[in-house]
Nanobody, 115 residues
Framework: QVQFVESGGGLVQAGGSLRLTCAGSGSAFSIKPIGWYRQAPGKQRELVAAVNVEGRTRYTNSVKGRFTISRANANNMVYLQMNSLNAEDTAVYYC?????????WGPGTQVTVSS
């Protein structure tokens, strides 16, 4: 059974930074692409960044140059370093496979950016 648990969110001022951590467990974590997703109030959940098994990354346009995704397969972790945060980054952040599996959504971690 696959499980993802997110942590590292919080309240930060605009221009600040946060580092999110995704702890994965279960089947074949290290051989699947993993993504960070976010859902802001009243909006659909969107893919923010993803990393494949070889470490190749991709980002949604709004976070390019500000966010960095990385993974440590040895300990089943995926990270999201978020810099230069702004109010539009306020959302609940989740990790999941890329593409996501409906049964694998975790509780998420809240990121709130104050302007």
């Amino acid at each position: 059974q696959v499980q993802f648990v997110e942590s590292g969110g919080g309240l930060v001022q605009a221009g600040g930074s946060l580092r999110l951590t995704c702890a994965g467990s279960g089947s074949a974590f290290s051989i699947k692409p993993i993504g960070w997703y976010r859902q802001a109030p009243g909006k659909q959940r969107e893919l923010v960044a993803a990393v494949n098994v070889e470490g190749r990354t991709r980002y949604t346009n709004s976070v390019k140059g500000r966010f960095t995704i990385s993974r440590a397969n040895a300990n089943n972790m995926v990270y999201l370093q978020m810099n230069s945060l702004n109010a539009e980054d306020t959302a609940v952040y989740y990790c999941n496979r890329d593409p996501p599996e409906a049964d694998y959504w975790g509780p998420g971690t809240q990121v709130t950016v104050s302007s």
